[in-house]
């Protein structure tokens, strides 16, 4: 896709939270998006979040496993259409082992099976505030797959939503995982950059596919 004159390498933003570019090939990409989009179908579909003090998060989201919602897992889209979640595929769990083992090492894969997949989509103006994934009752490192318009990621610390931070750019088909001492750091997604999507992968927006162990 790109005409640039070195690869982009990959790189440790924080202890134990490493950018992988390029780990899905395109073909790859091209499944996980067929695949997002039967699961964004109803029932349990692509939803609007609603958060407790009566906004909505502008990244719309599907999930598999089980249902996350502010700031808790249930087994239906409690605050979507009430179905049952749609099961988390196990090829999901390979891949997400897989992600691990090429980012941080074998030694830092989980004995706890993946079990949770939460899929935001983000259109051109969505974004995502600082936040920790603290809903889980796991350690296990979390896997980050991005398909489609490049982001500005924003990975932080475990103590503050503020500085030090570290920048990213998120490209289609890279990876990103944090564990170990990252596991709890607050992150976001400040601005999409429109159009900037392979255009063979046909996506208009960003998907994030983040892969869980819920320890539930
Ligand atoms: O879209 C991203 O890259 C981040 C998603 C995220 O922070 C989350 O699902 O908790």
Same mark, same amino acid.
């Given at each position: #896709?790109?005409?640039?004159?070195?690869?982009?390498? &990959?790189?440790?933003?924080?202890? /134990?939270?490493?950018?992988?570019?390029?780990?899905?090939?395109?073909?790859?990409?091209?499944?996980?998006?067929?695949?997002?989009?039967?699961?964004?179908?109803?029932?349990? /579909?692509?939803?609007?979040?609603?958060?407790?003090?009566?906004?909505? #998060?502008?990244?719309?989201?599907?999930?598999? /496993? &089980?249902?996350?919602?502010?700031?808790?897992? @249930?087994?239906?889209?409690?605050?979507?259409?009430?179905?049952?979640?749609?099961?988390?595929?196990? &090829?999901? /769990?390979?891949?997400?082992?897989? @992600?691990?083992?090429?980012?941080?090492?074998?030694?830092?894969?989980?004995?706890?099976?993946?079990?949770?997949?939460?899929?935001?989509?983000?259109? @051109?103006?969505?974004? #995502?505030? #600082?936040?920790?994934?603290?809903?889980?009752?796991?350690?296990?490192?979390?896997?980050?797959?991005?398909?489609?318009?490049?982001?500005?990621?924003?990975?932080?610390?475990?103590?503050?939503?503020?500085?030090?931070?570290?920048?990213?750019?998120?490209?289609?088909?890279?990876?990103?995982?944090?564990?170990?001492?990252?596991?709890?750091?607050?992150?976001?997604?400040?601005?999409?950059?429109?159009?900037?999507?392979?255009?063979?992968?046909?996506?208009?927006?960003?998907?994030?596919?983040?892969?869980?162990?819920?320890?539930?």
């Amino acid at each position: #896709m790109d005409a640039e004159l070195f690869p982009r390498s &990959r790189g440790e933003t924080a202890p /134990g939270a490493v950018h992988v570019p390029d780990w899905l090939e395109p073909a790859r990409q091209s499944e996980l998006l067929h695949a997002c989009r039967e699961w964004a179908r109803p029932p349990a /579909g692509l939803r609007t979040v609603r958060t407790p003090g009566g906004g909505t #998060m502008t990244a719309r989201q599907v999930c598999l /496993g &089980r249902h996350w919602y502010p700031y808790g897992y @249930a087994p239906t889209a409690v605050d979507g259409d009430g179905a049952p979640v749609k099961p988390f595929p196990a &090829r999901l /769990g390979h891949l997400a082992r897989r @992600a691990v083992t090429d980012a941080l090492g074998a030694e830092a894969v989980p004995a706890e099976p993946y079990d949770i997949a939460l899929i935001n989509f983000y259109d @051109a103006d969505a974004r #995502m505030g #600082m936040h920790r994934d603290a809903d889980e009752r796991s350690d296990a490192p979390v896997v980050s797959l991005s398909l489609g318009d490049t982001c500005l990621f924003r990975f932080g610390n475990p103590r503050t939503r503020t500085r030090p931070h570290t920048d990213v750019e998120l490209r289609s088909g890279d990876l990103f995982v944090f564990g170990g001492p990252s596991r709890l750091a607050y992150h976001g997604v400040p601005k999409v950059h429109p159009g900037t999507a392979p255009p063979e992968l046909g996506l208009a927006g960003r998907l994030n596919i983040t892969l869980r162990v819920s320890g539930l």
